[in-house]
């Protein structure tokens, strides 16, 4: 691990257990021995997480998991305008715009069409739309920085 980056040594390591198999119970009795230095009351019966049974989270997020429909999915409307100039009147971008609202609109336009938050079927498109987005606010964020470095 000397001589290594830490994304390195985290790579390895993650490859070393990947060549081993973990049991549950070698998996609970790790989180009694790391809940060992816990306060006494976090760990009582009253304890929210005393009433969680070790291997429901799994089933719990089943149970969560949406049910898959047979009517096929929609694409929604504005995800199927991927021109550089419609994504550029989504962002209205102006002259008058700073660091702050530059970086306010990439979130915003982020949580509507960032593909990590659509089916597998729109990410095609939202993918375009993104990586548009991007570079319409860093050139932006060029400019911004240009004109405030000339003055």
């Not at 816990?38 to 049910?67: D, H, K, N, W």
């Not at 606010?137 to 405030?148: C, K, P, V």
Request: some cysteine; charged content about 25%; proline content about 7%.
């Amino acid at each position: 691990m000397f001589g290594m980056s830490v994304f390195q040594s985290v790579l390895e390591r993650l490859k070393a257990e990947q060549d081993t198999e973990v049991s549950d119970e070698d998996v609970a009795g790790d989180f009694r021995n790391a809940a060992a230095g816990l306060p006494p009351e976090f760990m009582a019966e009253t304890s929210p997480c005393a009433a969680i049974p070790f291997g429901t989270v799994e089933q719990a997020y089943r149970e969560l998991a949406p049910v898959e429909s047979s009517e096929p999915l929609v694409m929604p409307d504005y995800l199927n305008r991927t021109s550089l100039a419609e994504v550029a009147s989504e962002l209205a971008l102006s002259d008058q715009e700073t660091p702050l609202t530059l970086a306010a609109k990439r979130r915003r336009f982020a949580a509507a069409n960032h593909p990590d938050r659509l089916p597998a079927e729109f990410r095609s498109n939202a993918t375009l739309r993104m990586k548009l987005a991007n570079m319409l606010i860093d050139e932006a964020a060029r400019r911004l920085a240009r004109t405030a470095a000339a003055r």
